[in-house]
């Protein structure tokens, strides 16, 4: 069964700092992977998508994502971090499995916290 | 450019009162879902159409209705509310196409208490 991991509920940084937030996946196939940000009282939107490629995604707000074949994660990282990055964060891999529905299974989120 | 509109942005029910939850999107996108959004679960999949006319179960379709009569349109019925309800509800949308790489845009939710 396909699934996606988010190890952190909480990462917390200083502002100025380097961020990671840490995604795991299991897929059989090809992975088709995305980030959203979720803001206080507001839907998801969308960061940025691996499809194939280079390993390096570049998204919106200063985000990028690595994608690792081997250690199958998809980590979100932000050289600088901002006071306004604080968010709900949340990883989502194409369910496959089931054919033409363009369904996401999406891990359970991870909260950032960047303090001034 | 509106995107996914919900409506309405708050509601509160009464244990055994039926409401509908309305969401249009404006970007003529043939796939659309409800999911709800509950603490320490993450987003879980309702119910989903992949076209005008079309609707399927999701995850967790217990409890819920759906219709999609227009391509625009996406509504959700709660028959007869129970308190488990009680939760965070987002309507998406998405292209068609090679649906592979298309991310799903979402509205700003519903937030429904059941008391």
């Known amino acids: 069964a396909q699934s996606v991991a988010q190890p952190e509920d909480q990462v917390n940084v200083a502002e100025g700092n380097p961020l990671t937030v840490k995604c795991t996946y299991s897929?059989?196939?090809?992975?088709?992977l995305f980030w959203y940000v979720q803001y206080p009282n507001r839907g998801l939107q969308f960061l940025l998508k691996?499809?194939?490629?280079?390993?390096l995604v570049k998204g919106s707000y200063g985000f990028e994502a690595e994608f690792n074949k081997s250690q199958t994660s998809f980590h979100l990282k932000k050289p600088s971090a901002l006071v306004s990055d604080s968010a709900l964060y949340f990883c989502?891999?194409?369910?496959?499995?089931?054919?033409?529905?363009?369904?996401?299974?999406f891990g359970q989120g991870t909260t950032l916290q960047v303090k001034p | 450019n509106a995107g996914v509109t919900q409506t309405p942005k708050f509601r509160v029910l009464k244990t055994g009162q039926s409401m509908t939850l309305l969401c249009a999107q404006d970007?003529?996108?043939?796939?659309m879902y409800w999911y709800r959004q509950d603490p320490g679960m993450g987003l879980r999949l309702i119910h989903y159409?992949?076209?005008?006319?079309?609707?399927a179960k999701g995850e967790v379709p217990d409890g819920y209705n759906v219709s999609r009569l227009k391509k625009q349109n996406f509504l959700l019925g709660l028959e007869s509310a129970a308190p488990s309800q009680t939760s965070v509800y987002f309507c998406a949308s998405m292209a068609g196409g090679f649906i592979g790489n298309q991310p799903q845009h979402f509205g700003d939710g519903t937030r429904l208490s059941i008391l």
């Open positions: 897929v059989s196939g090809n992975p088709y």
């Open positions: 989502a891999v194409r369910d496959l499995g089931s054919s033409n529905t363009g369904k996401l299974i």
């Open positions: 691996y499809i194939t490629g280079d390993n």
């Open positions: 970007m003529n996108h043939e796939y």
């Open positions: 159409s992949v076209g005008e006319g079309t609707t």
